[in-house]
């Protein structure tokens, strides 16, 4: 056991270091404004060479900083977390592997080696969905692996449609691909994996889905490394977004899937898929602020929300632990009093995602709304962003009210602590960051400061409306306020919003339903219809009636035998009278 401890931490230390290291190094890139375009001639043949690129600039530094602090943190993490496992080498392996992926995704300019990293994310996250190997979880993995193989393919016509210019290295026609209608095609397709990537409409049902993984690996993918890859990959096509048929579509789907999401955690009773659908809501967000051209801001609120809501996985695996595997929020309640380290950073998580001023979340989400404000930009979308925020508050309280108020719902008997100070260091650390890391990052990014003009009562609407919705949270957490359950009496409704507006459910029996009645009816009508009784079942009946009936003659019965010596007599008597 000493030696998987050791193996955990080395990967911890190696992994920590390394992201200092590129922090340091994207500061001075990014004040001296710095670009290295690497090239690495792997082989040369004659005429022919493959050369591996990478693209070295402040935002893939400090992507790749963030993304193995918390893969550095989340394998510390789950030093404890999966103690109990034979298997924690492997475990490791795979996250390393994983993280390995987002690195190959994240520095590369050239679309061959993206699609490594992208179809490196992909298998890794299938393997690790499976990870505790139940039917649910097999299921889940299936959901995930082909909704995004969708996109690879996506991506692959992408590379195939860039055989018409010289090169693989998208980053030089970017300019070129925004004025040209051909090459917007490319866009579309880039965009089509990126949204099956992080999870849009209609590809959303994978996300919650995944949650059948490990909370180590949710807190890595949902945070900083899979979901977040298609945004990526979009900021840094974020010209092909701006002011085309390209960027208002996404702007419509993004928004739609903020809502989407939103209105869903609040019936959702799951702790992690609470979390997860949290997840996808703030893609959402950074998809639409992206698609309006904002791909800083964009970016920023991607850093930002990698912190809180690794913090917020971490902190429902500890609660998980404690509450014997039980993850339904209405067996939970009271836990303040018995673990307040693990709920103090929970709820400091919490407001982070509300916007509480002056944590992390605050500085990207009010950023982002104020700037939607001054935007050019009709009132639907507008609504969406604004009430998408409210049920963010919304559902974010609510799951406080349920799990840490009241009385304690499950076992009269029970042995609720905050665990060792391994996973607490790892959720400590994490909380500092949620806490310094907006503000941090705003002074760095937006060293010059705007200014954002608005009335008053448009600079208070996202103030009223996050007040709204904590008021609603605690109203549907409430339940002694309601003598009869709400969600029975509006059960349409619930059952809709609940179930993500039927998505899982069209994206798994409705995708096969179909297929499988029209493929019964063709084996009715061909397999087993007529094509089979004129055919082969015909020729075998006949074939055995004959079979019969010459096995009838070879069976030395007296009166055939007789009849034949006498039909044979016959013959040769007709023979000779006809022969004269």
Not at 425 to 452: C, D, H, K, Q, Y
Not at 456 to 470: A, E, P, R, W
Not at 570 to 575: E, G, H, Q
Request: aromatic share 18%.
């Amino acid at each position: 056991m000493n030696y998987l401890v050791n193996y955990c931490k080395n990967s911890f230390y190696i992994l920590i270091s390394i992201s200092f290291t590129l922090f340091i190094f994207s500061l001075k890139f990014l004040l001296t404004d710095l670009v290295y375009f690497i090239e690495w001639e792997i082989v040369s043949l004659h005429s022919m060479s493959i050369v591996m690129t990478f693209l070295f600039d402040w935002m893939s530094l400090m992507f790749m900083s963030f993304v193995l602090l918390i893969s550095s943190l989340v394998i510390f993490y789950s030093n404890q977390y999966m103690e109990a496992d034979y298997n924690v080498n492997r475990f490791i392996l795979l996250v390393l592997m994983f993280v390995f992926s987002m690195m190959m995704l994240i520095i590369s300019p050239n679309l061959i080696s993206i699609l490594l990293g992208w179809d490196g994310l992909g298998l890794v996250s299938y393997c690790l969905v499976i990870y505790f190997q139940n039917v649910k979880s097999y299921n889940a993995g299936m959901l995930t692996a082909l909704s995004n193989r969708i996109g690879d393919v996506a991506l692959l016509l992408a590379i195939a449609w860039m055989l018409n210019y010289g090169s693989w290295n998208y980053i030089f026609y970017l300019d070129i691909m925004k004025n040209d209608m051909e090459m917007m095609i490319i866009g579309g397709l880039v965009m089509l994996a990126a949204m099956t990537k992080s999870a849009q409409i209609p590809f959303s049902s994978w996300l919650p889905a995944a949650m059948a993984a490990p909370t180590p690996v949710s807190a890595l993918v949902h945070s900083s490394t899979l979901v977040t890859a298609g945004v990526y990959l979009l900021i840094r096509f974020n010209i092909l977004l701006e002011n085309t048929f390209l960027g208002q579509f996404l702007l419509l789907v993004s928004g739609l899937t903020m809502f989407m999401a939103g209105l869903g955690a609040n019936f959702e009773f799951d702790l992690k898929k609470i979390i997860a659908l949290s997840t996808l809501s703030q893609l959402g967000l950074m998809m639409s602020i992206l698609s309006i051209g904002f791909y800083k801001l964009a970016f920023f609120h991607l850093l930002t929300h990698a912190l809180f809501k690794a913090l917020l996985f971490m902190c429902a695996g500890v609660i998980i632990h404690n509450t014997k595997n039980a993850q339904d929020i209405r067996f939970m309640g009271g836990l303040s009093m018995s673990m307040p380290l693990t709920c103090s950073c929970f709820n400091i998580a919490n407001l982070a995602l509300c916007g509480m001023p002056f944590l992390a979340g605050f500085y990207s989400k009010d950023l982002i709304l104020e700037m939607v404000m001054l935007s050019y930009m009709n009132f639907f979308s507008f609504f969406l962003f604004f009430f998408s925020t409210g049920l963010t508050v919304c559902y974010s309280f609510r799951l406080v009210f349920y799990s840490m108020t009241g009385d304690f719902n499950s076992t009269s008997l029970n042995m609720l602590n905050d665990k060792g100070w391994t996973m607490s260091f790892s959720i400590f650390f994490l909380m500092v960051m949620a806490i310094i890391g907006g503000s941090m990052l705003n002074w760095l990014m937006f060293f010059n400061p705007e200014m954002i003009c608005l009335p008053f009562y448009m600079k208070m609407l996202t103030l009223f409306v996050c007040i709204t919705g904590g008021f609603m949270g605690y109203l549907i957490s409430n339940v002694k306020l309601f003598f009869f359950n709400k969600s029975i009496e509006f059960y349409n409704f619930s059952f809709f919003s609940g179930s993500m507006w039927f998505m899982p459910v069209i994206s798994t029996i409705g995708v096969v339903k179909w297929p499988l009645i029209l493929g019964m009816y063709s084996y009715k009508s061909f397999d087993q219809g007529w094509s089979e009784y004129f055919g082969g079942q015909m020729l075998y009946k006949q074939l055995k009636n004959y079979s019969l009936y010459i096995q009838e003659f070879q069976n030395n019965n007296l009166k055939i035998y007789l009849l034949s010596y006498m039909l044979w007599v016959i013959i040769l008597v007709m023979m000779t009278l006809f022969l004269k």
